[in-house]
């Protein structure tokens, strides 16, 4: 077996195997739970093997439930002559993930209360989910929308199943023997959308095969999980190794077009971030450094309070950047087979560096210790609390942050959605999850402040919010 320094890859080889991915994986429609994740993680089996669990719905994990699973074999809007306006077949983004199944006559302005369009890309079908508030949508272009006939009836059909069942993710351990230990992990359960993150998913078993190809010091821990939910279920699988975990990635959104991007760790500035930015540089790769966000993928449950996980991500055109975010423009004319290939090369350079690394610093110096005075404790330090079902989080997803919805701000800066008593703006969303985050009895409202960039009223308001629903507790 090689160690990672001696090893080269097959440019070429690799990049058929992408390609070939794009073409089997792209048409699937994927869900938090459902067939449409086995049938991908198969696929992906093939090129090679992992090991698949399921995880029954109803399943309390840390805060959140397994939800029921979601099937879906078609769904379409007729005219009252029959023909057929919206088609499942033609692009599985009509439907709203995880509908409620419907079969039902109705007039035009009773439809239109369940579409959804973006009049800033007319010709975009948007991602919607509604995973956690039983509900039905389609989604269209605006263009689409426009032509509908204000006179007609419409019959609105979607053939989907909400039974019990389980929620299916994917795992493979490397296992080194230095005591240290990383994780590469990425998302599942998006449908028909190329970069966001069929490309993540494609990148991580292609990794996958590589490391289990080579002599490794350190421990790799590999998972493909539904975001969020498959995140949080994953950690309470596997809490006491999870909290070893010295460092990782979220591999997410790295087939596309321009330059390359690297949103930083929680810590900003530890040996992860360090690290990235000397591969950048050795491979003489300028990119755009992001710097930590609550918002986005499942670092923010990987490095939640218990766990303290600095997770990286590097991307080509991350998620909220591009604007063909969440739509159906996101697909394969948008992504291209090199960028992914380009990704992996920055991967297996960082790989190899860690590979180098004897000792890790100040491993613990960010866990909850005795709490300071003027600090917040997390009573659910495990994970991202489950807003949606306090009624602090919008039940519609997809949207949040998402580019096309307002092009003239982008998502740092929030305002537009901004009415402090409505819990449901962007901004106060943003507090109560900064909050949640930094309720580690180390940081302050005013560090909170400093970090989230929001003013410290705003986060004395949501930590009102958060106090009266038992999340937090206020270190006097
Ligand atoms: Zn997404």
Redesign the pocket.
Known sequence: METINEFSIDEIEITKNVEKLFKELFPICRSITGNGVRKSLKILNHVTEFTVKEIPSKTQCYDWIIPDEWNITDAYIEDEEGKRIIDFQKNNLHVMNYSIPIDKWMSYEELKKHLHTLQNLPDAIPYRTTYYKRDWGFCLAFNDFCKLDKQKKYHAVINSSLELGSLTYGEYNIMGNSGKEFIFSSYCC?PSLAN??MSGMILWIILLKILKSLKLKHSYRFALVP?TIGAIAYLAKNEEMMSKVDGGFVLTCVGGPSKFSYKETFLENCFIDKIVDESFKESNVDYIRYPFDINGSDESHFSAPYFRIPIGTICKDK?YEFDYY?TSLDNLNFIKSKSIVDTLKIYLKIISKLEKIEIIKNKDNFKIKKAKNKTLTSLNPFCEPMLSKRNLYPSTGGQIAQKAVNFSKNHHSREYEVDENNRHSGLMIDALSWLMFYADGINTIEDISKRSGLKKELLYKATKILVDHKLVLINE
């Open positions: 998006h966001d993150n975001e998620y969440h």
